[in-house]
């Protein structure tokens, strides 16, 4: 694992991730996740893992902070060797389902800080003590098909093509001073179908999911890093299916995160504070413009590249109108940060936010989504609960056309809401995920049948180790049926814009790639 900062607070936009994110013995193993637990590997599943010894397990705790710069997180580290670890069993209410489980994994060591989901398989991406990459099929039982790491300990991200068998998968070591990039397909059975050593050392910012993006199509595979010698930040374009270096772009202001439009021709590139669109093709900038905060945070933009989201302080989105990018929709409130999860749909119809109330201990927050072409807010959904311990938002996901917006958190310490939310577009509440710990990361897929959530064992401000991914597949014909402390409600107060774009919506430039 890697080693503490030596800041006392460090911004999200710095995702520390082996010291951020909590470590702790997994409290619960399921039946169907008992025999994929990943101690004593039999020989097909470990082939591609390096059977080097794991450096002493360590714990951590994090907690957000707010300054008027954006996100903070507070972090500290235990080693195993000069403290003992108790993690008090939560008593998790019971709610009834909404969507059933197809299966889940629980791990007693790594975090589930990514996943990604495709037609065919759910792709993980554990960190710390057992960091690798590991594929599940949806129409299994949550075995491995296989799995992959370079280091056995650190951290990763991943990303997956939703328009074809492709993925990208980034890895550090824990100490940070090694980063790799692979490419692979469901068919690789853990070796790599091209690998490329990143030329940088960074133990303040590895691997993470943000910082590699996956095009619809499977051409382009994007990525950015941080080098802690020159304090400048590159973008990397690679040829998805020969791990070719297509182009670089490298600034001083740090890049946290990338998205790619269906053909890999723009990349959004998160940059502290900046929403940064680059050509892939000749690393000129489209169009850059400064959000409301920094930490926290991670853009997205539609498909072909109409639409893209920003949070911080408030919510933005913009919206490509033939000739360059104009704010549709602008919506803030007081105490609020909007940047731990943003969606947008794949094709720019809605957007979504989950802001949570820092200056309640981030105990409250509420579920916002909105109609892109007019402007108008669909709903809200508050949610609000008590305990010590922070229910921040952490991630968002949307299928194809809006109709299913997931948003993942850390959940309070009673459980007052689920850490996987999912909802129509009409903002009622179609199904959830409820982890024993904090929720990580959420996917959804295409069709928005399925949805899948990565989490640790306990919860973030808790001391702990271990995590789970959970599968879910909603109902056909859902019945919302939400818990009786959020309740949706239809307030549309946001300051919008009215969009000027007639339909079909202009592509922007650069033109799509023959």
């Not at 595979?221 to 990397?236: E, G, K, M, P, W």
């Amino acid at each position: 694992m890697k080693n503490k900062s030596t800041l006392p607070y460090t911004f999200f936009k710095v995702p520390v991730l082996a010291g951020i994110f909590v470590v702790l013995t997994a409290v619960f193993v399921t039946l169907v996740a008992a025999p994929n637990t990943l101690i004593g590997r039999d020989a097909q599943k470990s082939s591609a893992i390096s059977s080097t010894p794991r450096a002493a397990k360590q714990a951590a705790r994090t907690f957000f902070r707010v300054t008027p710069d954006g996100a903070l997180l507070d972090h500290k580290v235990l080693t195993a060797k000069k403290q003992s670890v108790t993690a008090g069993t939560l008593e998790r209410q019971v709610k009834g389902p909404l969507g059933n489980t197809l299966w889940m994994v629980d791990d007693p060591n790594a975090i589930a800080d990514g996943v990604a989901i495709d037609s065919n398989n759910v792709w993980g991406a554990w960190i710390l003590d057992g960091a690798r990459l590991s594929i599940y099929p949806i129409t299994g039982n949550g075995t491995p098909a296989w799995e992959f790491s370079s280091f056995n300990s650190g951290n990763s991200g991943v990303a997956a093509a939703k328009g074809t068998d492709r993925v990208g998968f980034m890895e550090s070591d824990a100490a940070g001073d090694d980063f790799l990039q692979h490419g692979f397909t469901s068919s690789s059975n853990g070796a790599p179908d091209w690998s490329f050593p990143y030329p940088v050392s960074d133990p303040n910012l590895p691997a993470s999911s943000k910082k590699v993006a996956t095009s619809r199509d499977g051409s382009t595979i994007a990525a950015v890093v941080s080098d802690s010698v020159t304090q400048n930040s590159t973008l990397y374009v690679f040829d998805a299916a020969t791990g070719a270096v297509r182009q670089t772009w490298t600034d001083t202001v740090r890049m946290d995160g990338v998205d790619l439009t269906d053909n890999g021709s723009i990349a959004l590139v998160t940059q502290d504070n900046l929403a940064t669109l680059i050509d892939t093709a000749t690393a000129n900038t489209v169009f850059s413009v400064a959000g409301s905060g920094a930490g926290s945070i991670y853009y997205r933009i539609s498909g072909d590249g109409g639409v893209f989201v920003v949070g911080g302080f408030s919510f933005d989105v913009y919206a490509f109108d033939g000739t360059t990018y104009n704010r549709v929709i602008h919506f803030s409130q007081a105490n609020s940060w909007f940047g731990g999860a943003c969606a947008v749909s794949h094709d720019g119809s809605t957007a979504g936010t989950f802001s949570g109330d820092f200056a309640n201990n981030w105990l409250s927050g509420v579920v916002y989504l909105f109609d892109v072409q007019s402007g108008d807010m669909l709903g809200s959904y508050p949610v609000s609960g008590t305990g010590m311990y922070q229910g921040t938002p952490i991630g968002a996901a949307s299928n194809d056309d809006g109709s299913v917006m997931a948003f993942a958190s850390w959940g309070t310490q009673f459980h007052d809401w689920p850490e996987v939310m999912v909802f129509n577009r009409n903002v009622e509440l179609i199904g959830q995920i409820d982890f024993p710990g904090s929720a990580f990361s959420v996917d959804v897929s295409s069709d928005g049948q399925y949805v899948v959530g990565g989490s640790k064992a306990v919860h973030a401000n808790q001391f702990g180790s271990g995590g789970s991914i959970e599968l879910i597949q909603l109902q056909t014909t859902p019945t919302p049926t939400p818990t009786a402390t959020p309740t949706a409600t239809a307030t549309p107060t946001a300051t919008a814009v009215p969009r000027s774009t007639p339909a079909p919506r202009p592509r922007p430039t650069p033109a799509p790639r023959p």
